[in-house]
């Protein structure tokens, strides 16, 4: 078997078509149906990735995607959310949490192997690549902010600033090509590894997100800025 999937879902027949037809693309499946259970998996088990619902008995999807970001064993780990069309607020919170990517119920099996084949790739070239895309550059200091490549650490103003890691990535080719501007699918494909139509709001919540972490009043960024009709730069 390759990859290790894990499943956390609390329908049967979802996990069902799910260890069908990922086993079937060459992964090996585990399976939990609450949070409690994924987290104990976890800790027992080597899972290059997690498939987790959103709406889960006791510990939910939110809950536990927060617990596993916080255990320094599992905070690289790739985790897509599954949600329902009608969850658009949870795909946001999902993200700004730090879950790789969603995909949406009912979902086509094509699309789902083809978005756990693109995280996981994303994944490797990360592990080979301290910068995840580029890896010329150990540090890049511009004006108040210091991100180290090598070390994944970021400063500003001379204080430590903590980023997921596809803020570190996004922000790490922003400052790399600064004056670039980056349309939304060129950063989906770059930092998240796929072109996919309609997921670019998975971009702008990572630069919301980071607008709050590096800007003094993420309002009126001063470092991210935004191109009206095309995308971003690092100004």
């Known amino acids: 078997m ?9 329908e049967e027949h979802i996990l069902e078509l799910l260890v069908y037809n990922l086993e079937s693309n060459g992964f090996r499946v585990l399976t939990a149906d609450s949070g409690e259970e994924g987290l ?6 080597a899972v290059d990735l997690v498939l987790l619902d959103i709406m889960l008995p ?14 320094p064993n599992t905070a690289e780990l790739p985790v897509i959310m599954l ?30 192997v083809a978005r756990v084949k693109a ?4 994944s490797e070239r990360s592990k080979a690549s301290p910068a995840a895309v580029e890896d010329e550059d150990e540090i890049i200091t511009i004006d108040k902010i210091v991100i180290n490549n090598t070390t994944h650490e970021v ?4 204080k430590p600033v903590e ?11 922003l400052a790399k ?9 060129t950063l989906l494909d770059k930092i998240w590894g796929y072109e996919y139509a309609g997921e670019t709001r998975t971009v702008d919540v990572h630069i919301r997100n980071l607008r709050k972490k590096i800007e003094e009043d993420d309002n009126k960024p001063k470092y991210i800025k935004t191109v009206r009709g095309v995308g971003y730069k690092f100004s």
């Open 2 to 10: 390759g990859k290790v999937i894990l499943a956390v879902d609390d």
């Open 40 to 45: 104990e998996i976890l800790k027992k088990e």
């Open 58 to 71: 006791g510990i939910d999807g939110m809950e536990m995607l927060k617990r596993i970001r916080k255990n």
């Open 83 to 112: 949600t329902a069309k009608s969850e658009e607020i949870n795909k946001v919170l999902g993200l700004e949490v730090g879950a790789d990517d969603y995909i949406s119920k009912p979902f086509g099996i094509y699309e789902l």
């Open 119 to 122: 995280v996981l790739r994303r």
């Open 155 to 158: 400063m500003v103003d001379g």
């Open 163 to 173: 980023l997921a890691l596809k803020e570190f990535e996004l922000l790490y080719v």
């Open 177 to 185: 090509h600064r004056t670039r501007v980056f349309s939304r699918e």
